[in-house]
């Protein structure tokens, strides 16, 4: 794990750990319904990318991002400043 977990900084800058925290965190930050839809993939320059199935919970996910974000501040320095969706089927 440790060495699949700096590989992925090294190429990607991706923070798996990070991840792993955001992925614990996220089922408190939003509603279950959103949640069983919506998947934090990878942050990148400080920004959260969330897989979503469509439009519409690409605008639930955007609405809700203050309140994400602030959910994951106790991060520290390694928190997302902001979040970014992508469709995925």
Known sequence: GEVLRGLAR?????????????LALWPTLLAPSVVQQC????VKNQVL?????????AQHVMWESETILRGLA?????APQSIKTI???
């Open 39 to 42: 998947r934090p993939e990878f």
């Open 10 to 22: 090294r190429v990607r800058k991706v923070d798996l750990t990070v991840m792993e925290e955001i």
């Open 74 to 78: 106790g991060l520290g320095d390694r």
């Open 49 to 57: 990318v969330v897989s979503v199935p469509s439009g519409a919970y």
């Open 87 to 89: 469709q995925k089927p």
